[in-house]
């Protein structure tokens, strides 16, 4: 069963999916709600079928590396990460095409809303839905979702404990009730996975550069930046500030010559790239999906994953419209506070 529908209806078609013994594929984020992920959760471990979320992007050649690059302390200890998404056309921002005879006949309307309340059909609200909160997720949770699974798959991480969000409607001013530009700010702890670190997260619907995006990570001793089909690995560069004496001081105390000898030293920068022919992370995922099926095995995004990359920016949405800091257990998996 693939779920392919408006956010609102996740949990409701995933549930009676597995109920009935399905194996279930659900486009992201997993639920329209933080309210919601329990459910689903308890109904994959009760029927014990494949459930795997859509983030294409955690199956990629590009994770992959990137996981195995950090176990490695290729960039050092982890302190902050960030990750953008760049858009600048009209379906980009979601205003997609209208069919001429879009009605109530031709579209079951009063299906389409489910629980919520019976409103006069309207074209934009069904054509254009994530643009509405009764039935989307916003720019959180349809594009921070993808960079929030691709970090938790490299750094092994639950989540984070403390989110916080700003941002604004800028320039898609057609009725939509989400924000076209949100910046999200979320503090990791530390915990036996990882360090303590930091995340930025940025989504712009009217950026000049456009059709882009990368998921960054950055340690003690470099950097490196996230594809899908690509990583590009940074090292820093050990070296004494010329005004500082006493940092020249401790890095040539063995140096009692003052011959400084030129060494052999790595390129500054990295790139991994995939094989020509690669088929890519939408690929990938779908295979890990089938695979998972034919041997009875977890998915690479099951249920409590699929929730604990889709909480944190539920919580972003939360954060930004009650204009309050969230605080977040990504053991338990439960809102501590609002403040």
Same mark, same amino acid.
């Given at each position: %069963?693939?779920?392919?529908? #408006?956010?609102?209806?996740?949990?409701?078609?995933?549930?009676?999916?597995?109920?009935?013994?399905?194996?279930?594929?659900?486009?992201? #984020?997993?639920?329209?709600?933080?309210?919601?992920?329990?459910?689903?959760?308890?109904?994959?471990?009760?029927?014990?079928?494949?459930?795997? $979320?859509?983030?294409?992007?955690?199956?990629?050649?590009?994770?992959?590396?990137?996981?195995?690059?950090?176990?490695?302390?290729?960039?050092?200890? !982890?302190?902050?990460?960030?990750?953008?998404?760049?858009?600048?056309?009209?379906?980009?921002?979601?205003?997609?095409?209208?069919?001429?005879?879009?009605?109530?006949?031709?579209? /079951?309307?009063?299906?389409?809303?489910?629980?919520?309340?019976?409103? #006069?059909?309207?074209?934009?609200?069904?054509?254009?839905?994530?643009?509405?909160? /009764?039935?989307?997720?916003?720019?959180?949770?349809?594009?921070?979702?993808?960079?929030?699974?691709?970090?938790?798959?490299?750094?092994?991480?639950?989540?984070?404990?403390?989110?916080?969000?700003?941002?604004?409607?800028?320039?898609?001013?057609?009725?939509?009730?989400?924000?076209?530009?949100? %910046?999200? %700010?979320?503090?990791?702890?530390?915990?036996? +996975?990882?360090?303590?670190?930091?995340?930025? !997260?940025?989504?712009?619907?009217? /950026?000049?550069?456009?059709?882009?995006?990368?998921?960054?990570?950055?340690?003690?001793?470099?950097? %490196?930046?996230?594809?899908?089909?690509? $990583?590009?690995?940074?090292?820093?560069?050990?070296?004494?500030?010329?005004?500082? #004496?006493?940092?020249?001081?401790? !890095?040539?105390?063995?140096?009692?010559?003052?011959?400084?000898?030129?060494?052999?030293?790595?390129?500054?920068?990295?790139?991994?790239?995939? +094989?020509?022919?690669?088929?890519?992370?939408?690929?990938?995922?779908?295979?890990?999906?089938?695979?998972?099926?034919?041997?009875?095995?977890?998915? $690479?995004?099951?249920?409590?994953?699929?929730?604990?990359?889709?909480?944190?920016?539920?919580?972003?949405?939360?954060?930004?419209?009650?204009?309050?800091?969230?605080?977040?257990?990504?053991?338990?998996?439960?809102?501590?506070?609002?403040?």
């Amino acid at each position: %069963m693939i779920v392919a529908t #408006p956010d609102h209806w996740h949990k409701d078609i995933s549930v009676d999916a597995m109920n009935s013994g399905k194996a279930v594929y659900c486009e992201k #984020p997993m639920v329209h709600s933080v309210s919601e992920g329990a459910a689903v959760v308890e109904a994959q471990n009760r029927n014990k079928v494949v459930f795997q $979320v859509g983030s294409q992007g955690l199956s990629s050649l590009g994770n992959e590396k990137a996981k195995e690059l950090l176990a490695q302390g290729a960039i050092g200890q !982890l302190n902050y990460a960030e990750g953008f998404w760049a858009r600048n056309s009209p379906e980009g921002a979601w205003q997609y095409a209208i069919p001429a005879d879009a009605s109530e006949k031709t579209v /079951d309307w009063k299906r389409f809303l489910n629980q919520y309340k019976h409103i #006069p059909f309207d074209s934009k609200r069904f054509f254009r839905w994530r643009n509405y909160r /009764d039935y989307g997720t916003g720019v959180s949770g349809d594009l921070f979702v993808h960079l929030f699974s691709s970090l938790h798959f490299i750094t092994n991480s639950k989540g984070p404990q403390k989110i916080m969000a700003m941002g604004g409607l800028r320039y898609w001013k057609d009725g939509r009730e989400v924000p076209d530009i949100l %910046m999200g %700010m979320f503090d990791y702890a530390e915990t036996k +996975e990882h360090p303590a670190f930091n995340l930025s !997260l940025r989504v712009n619907f009217v /950026d000049g550069t456009a059709d882009s995006t990368y998921l960054r990570l950055v340690g003690s001793e470099g950097s %490196m930046n996230v594809e899908w089909d690509r $990583v590009t690995l940074y090292r820093n560069k050990s070296y004494a500030a010329t005004d500082d #004496p006493l940092a020249a001081t401790k !890095l040539n105390r063995d140096n009692v010559s003052g011959y400084e000898r030129k060494k052999i030293v790595p390129p500054n920068s990295t790139v991994y790239t995939a +094989e020509k022919g690669y088929k890519g992370a939408h690929f990938d995922h779908f295979y890990n999906f089938f695979k998972a099926i034919r041997e009875k095995n977890l998915s $690479v995004e099951d249920a409590l994953f699929g929730y604990r990359a889709a909480a944190p920016a539920l919580l972003c949405n939360d954060s930004y419209f009650s204009n309050k800091a969230v605080v977040w257990d990504p053991e338990n998996l439960k809102v501590v506070s609002t403040k």
